[in-house]
């Protein structure tokens, strides 16, 4: 098979990864998309529970819904505000069934690395003209595939933060694996029985944690000796308490709200500026130790933590390839200071296409959630932009290729995940009913282990 033939291969069957695909298929170029679960969208099962804070209209990409209106397939009310569930059987499934992509998406196909055939990452000479070869995993074993070109839409969502406040694990953490749930657990649902009448530390200060929290306190309505402890290694609590009826997305304002008041009424102890280093086993059950400004502290006995600490990059699949990272982001290095949290929010972030995505590495690409590496302030309508701009420089049209045009929302860091009954009329982050400009926020502050998601129509995309 000639270069020319082989297929633009796509890491990841999530919605921006499906979204790439049709932007390559609407454009003649072949490709091949790997997903690791056994289903496309298999990290957004694993928040299936969660209510999206953006409704239908603003979560799907324009060249998949081409793809998908073909087959009859039409856009779920509008204005309804669908849960990870709804996204994965309303959308990701029929996109994945599609003519276009059935015959293209490998399910149960785990990229685990991806390099130059023949070269490794020290060789220069005729790198360019190398295709790219990459690792496959499947229930048959391990095969090698060749790509022209490689998109690695593989998200974050797999690859937790530990909950070690120094980045590293805490001594111990690997140990109490068990009884750690690291993400969104479904406490009110699957999971309660490992939540009822139990005591759990909620760890981390984003909006993820609150949500946690407001779920443990309403399960313990029902099973009073159920307990939550919430620990942050900030000492800064505004970015998740807000401002209040002041603040300008009044959903967001009242989680903030809501959590204060349960630290403020006492129904819920908080140890901020708490440096988790280690976790022990004490008659049966577990202490968490750390570090605050007076010193050394302890917090337990507890049954189980709720690890709201984010996610970050796994940079091992790609370590044969010559990527040019943002130092602390672990972002494309050109695309780090466009999306630093420090500097900028989900709407300020500028456009951005095929020309910040670029590595070293000509034809490899990372797009989503993991394109902006530990920074927070990741839009799902930015990765759709960032996936029709790449397909565009792939096809040799750079004219669309640069023509990047994205209206984002300026709503600060959007980190709302929390459960609303009658949601609709909830915009991004919780807000107002979005208007055209709007888009759904995936990130909340996973950037210096601050949280999970946030509002917006996915994970790991």
């Not at 060249?63 to 959308?91: C, H, M």
């Not at 970050?312 to 790609?318: F, K, N, S």
Request: charge should be negative; aromatic fraction near 4%; include cysteine.
């Amino acid at each position: 098979m000639t270069e020319t033939a082989l297929p633009v291969a796509v890491i990841g069957g999530g919605p921006v990864g499906l979204a790439a695909a049709a932007h390559l298929r609407s454009r003649g170029l072949p490709v091949k998309v790997y997903e690791a679960g056994t289903s496309v969208g298999t990290n957004i099962r694993d928040w299936g529970h969660v209510r999206v804070f953006t409704p239908w209209r603003y979560c799907v990409d324009p060249a998949a819904t081409k793809l998908l209106e073909r087959q009859g397939w039409r856009l779920p009310s509008a204005d309804v505000f669908p849960t990870g569930s709804d996204i994965v059987a309303n959308y990701l499934e029929p996109l994945a069934a599609t003519p276009e992509l059935a015959e293209v998406v490998e399910t149960g196909a785990r990229v685990t690395a991806i390099s130059r055939q023949g070269l490794d990452k020290v060789v220069n000479r005729g790198r360019e003209q190398r295709p790219f070869v990459l690792l496959v995993k499947t229930a048959e074993g391990v095969r090698r595939e060749l790509a022209k070109a490689v998109i690695d839409a593989s998200g974050t969502w797999a690859n937790p933060n530990p909950l070690g406040a120094s980045g590293l694990p805490a001594t111990g953490e690997a140990e109490f694996v068990d009884r750690i749930a690291y993400g969104i657990p479904e406490v009110l649902g699957r999971d309660r029985a490992l939540y009822a009448g139990k005591a759990t530390l909620v760890v981390g200060a984003g909006h993820s944690a609150a949500n946690a929290l407001l779920d443990l306190v309403r399960l313990a309505k029902t099973d009073p000796a159920t307990r939550a402890i919430w620990a942050t290694r900030s000492t800064n609590l505004v970015r998740i308490y807000g401002g209040g009826d002041a603040d300008q997305l009044p959903a967001r304002g009242e989680l903030g709200a809501e959590t204060r008041n349960l630290v403020e009424s006492g129904q819920v102890p908080l140890l901020s500026g708490f440096a988790i280093t280690s976790i022990q086993e004490v008659e049966g059950r577990i202490v968490v130790g750390g570090e605050t400004a007076e010193g050394p502290r302890t917090i337990g006995p507890v049954d189980r933590i709720i690890a709201a600490t984010g996610q970050r990059p796994d940079l091992l699949l790609t370590r044969e390839l010559r990527l040019d990272l943002d130092p602390w982001l672990e972002s494309t290095r050109a695309l780090g200071p466009l999306i630093d949290p420090n500097e900028h929010s989900c709407g300020s972030v500028p456009p951005h296409g095929h020309r910040e995505l670029t590595h070293l590495e000509p034809g490899f690409f990372t797009v989503g959630i993991k394109s902006y590496g530990r920074a927070p302030t990741f839009l799902l309508l930015t990765g759709y932009e960032q996936v029709r701009s790449i397909a565009a420089a792939l096809a040799g049209d750079r004219a669309a290729a640069d023509n990047v045009q994205l209206v984002l929302p300026e709503t600060g860091v959007c980190t709302t995940t929390f459960s609303v009954e009658g949601a609709e009329g909830v915009g991004c982050c919780g807000g107002p009913a979005p208007k055209a400009a709007d888009a759904c926020c995936l990130a909340d502050s996973v950037a210096k282990g601050e949280g999970n998601i946030g509002c917006g129509c996915g994970v790991a995309a």
